[in-house]
């Protein structure tokens, strides 16, 4: 018999009979889509909870970030980093920018503030940094390279719901932040994203962006995609956030536990969580070390072996991807940390409903290679 299968995440799902109710609304007052009442609610709702002051949903985070590049206007070059999800390059090409990509930093795995100036050139136009696993970025460095060469700094904020460090809630920081409110993320719509704003017209500016480009029924002043957070979606962001906060806090214990079974396991790395007053624990990194007996992909075998099914975030790197391996920030010499870390990375399950009988079973089977290779326990006398 084999034990069932642990996904490195799960989504979240709020109680059913209270997700109804908002369905029920849907049905009476015909609204379906176009910021309709459970939309108008979601952003208040979720700009209050986040401590942010001006929100946009989205239909999806990768959609949020081309109308994010779109809402500057943004042309040329935009520094990044090559240890992400492929939305955020994907998002350049899109809007016709072209990534430049720029090594990061060993403990926080975000872009390292330190090598971005080499890599601006007259073409840059922005920088689109990562809060990676929801680490927060060293904002206040890239601030002040960005105002040095006058640079927009848009984050791709989508692993850090709900995360603040001393200064507030992190999405409040940059000239523009996007959210992703995808089913595998901390905080999910189904699928959804945001774009988090500074000012009121900037908002209205972005409101537009997703609706086509419409101002109103005579004008169309720029060529919008469709963006939109349909009401159904928006019901699933009203039922979930009752729950939000338990849901971090069960991440918090399971994210506990797997550092005390780590501390003592010789090769095994947790990445530290740094700069954050509130974390929302999206993922659990590990780096596999020399001393662990399994490299990387040893271990990601012999956890699903056992129907554990870790993931290798960040690997391949974006830039060893074929679309974007031939630019020349693509090269590996540039990227050494980078390339270091996507080989020794394996994020371990972390989700809300994982029982405490699954989380034994993952630190057993990760324990299970050094054990083996340990003499035999004495039977108890
Ligand atoms: C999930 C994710 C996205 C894309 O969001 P979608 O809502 O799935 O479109 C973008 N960037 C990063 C870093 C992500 O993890």
Redesign the pocket.
Known sequence: MTDKKIHVTQPFLPPIEEFLPYVQEIWNNRYLTNGGPLHQRLERELADYLGVEHLAL?N??????IAALQAFDLKGEVITTPF??V??TN?LIWHKNTPVFVDIDPVTANLDPAKIEAAITPRTSAILP?H?YGNPCDMEAIRDIADRHGLKVIY?A??AFGVHNDEGSVLARGDLS?????A??VFNTF???AIICRDAEMKQHIDELKNFGIVDELTVKVPGSNGKMSEIHAAMGLAQLNHIDACIARRGEIDAAYRTALADLPGLIALPKLNQTRSNYAYFPILVGDEYPLDRDGLYDQLREVNILTRRYFYPLLSDLPMYADLPSADPANLPIAGDMARRVLCLPIFPDMSDDDLARIIEAVQAPVKAGQPAMQPAQ
């Open positions: 989205f999806n985070g990768t959609i949020a970030l992400s999800f939305a955020t998002a990562v990676c791709d989508a692993h996007t959210l992703s409110l995808h595998t993320k699928e959804g994203g």
